[in-house]
């Protein structure tokens, strides 16, 4: 089975991956450099599953991630795995972080860490790169004193010393990660918690209308985000992760709410890994 992740390895997605795959015996983990590849590769049957970030307790959705899932990919989400985020400042060793000039990271790195850096490093430039482990290997690359903020492995493996552990700006820091593949089943089991992605007429009361189907079924919403419809301004769609410990109350709203939507994507039933 081949297994694709946002890489390189280091990052916090190679993480999940490695949890998501540690009691598979035959596998292989390939990386991509953004999210829209990862999931391309998916769609395109390059690769049989991947994983990908999805959601943080801080900086809340990816939207690289949701909008593909909406718009660009039809693939189903056949897991969820949720880990704890430590962010560290790394840097050359011998390098002092009083004489940083630079500090690299993925943009949810920097911005999860924004209370810090604004407080420890106003006046130094900030580089958003495609990964936490990319800015790491630039950084071990570079003769100039530049940071990089990624994981304590990312730091190990490209030999860099840790100048701060758990930078990130609050300890209860954990992202979502989701498990994606093409495979769509016939007859899905709805057990578990269910995404799905739904847009409304342009009438007075229609979103309403949907949140009532899942109120009367007795499901519990846990999300509801709403994303531009990319083609008109003040279109939307609208996101919804929803639970049931009855399969067939999660089966009949959805099939309710399909017929009550001009739009409706169902991205899959499906548990957490712990």
């Avoid at 495609?130 to 492995?153: D, P, R």
């Avoid at 860099?160 to 758990?166: A, N, R, V």
Wanted: proline share 3%.
């Amino acid at each position: 089975m081949k297994i694709g992740y946002l890489g390189p390895e280091g990052t916090f997605t190679h993480q999940a991956a490695l949890k998501y795959t540690k009691d598979l015996k035959k596998f292989e983990l390939i990386a991509f450099p953004i999210i829209t590849d990862v999931l391309q590769a998916v769609e395109n049957g390059d690769v049989d599953e991947c994983v990908v970030p999805f959601e943080n307790s801080i900086e809340g959705t990816v939207t690289f991630t949701i909008d593909s899932l909406i718009f660009d990919v039809d693939v189903v989400i056949e897991a969820e795995i949720v880990i704890p985020i430590r962010h560290n400042l790394v840097a050359k060793k011998g390098c002092k972080a009083e004489n940083l000039v630079k500090i690299l990271s993925h943009p949810q790195a920097l911005a999860q860490c924004r209370k810090y850096l604004d407080g420890e490093y106003r006046s130094v430039e900030k580089i958003q790169l495609g990964s936490t482990a990319g800015a790491a290997k630039m950084v071990s690359e570079t003769g100039e004193a530049w940071g990089a903020i990624c994981t304590a492995e990312a730091a190990e493996a490209f030999g860099l010393e840790i100048l701060e552990e758990g930078i990130q700006d609050e300890n209860q820091n954990k992202t979502r990660f989701l498990v994606v593949s093409k495979k769509h089943n016939a007859k899905p089991v709805y057990e578990g918690k269910t995404s799905i992605v739904f847009s409304t007429e342009d009438k007075p009361g229609e979103l309403y209308k949907i949140l009532d189907i899942i109120s009367i079924w007795d499901l519990n919403m846990t999300k509801i985000e709403s994303r531009p419809m990319k083609n008109e301004l003040g279109k939307y769609v609208f996101y919804v992760d929803m639970e049931s410990s009855n399969a067939a109350d999660i089966r009949d709203a959805i099939k309710m709410i399909e017929r009550k939507t001009a739009f409706f994507k169902h991205l899959g039933t499906y548990n957490t890994l712990m």
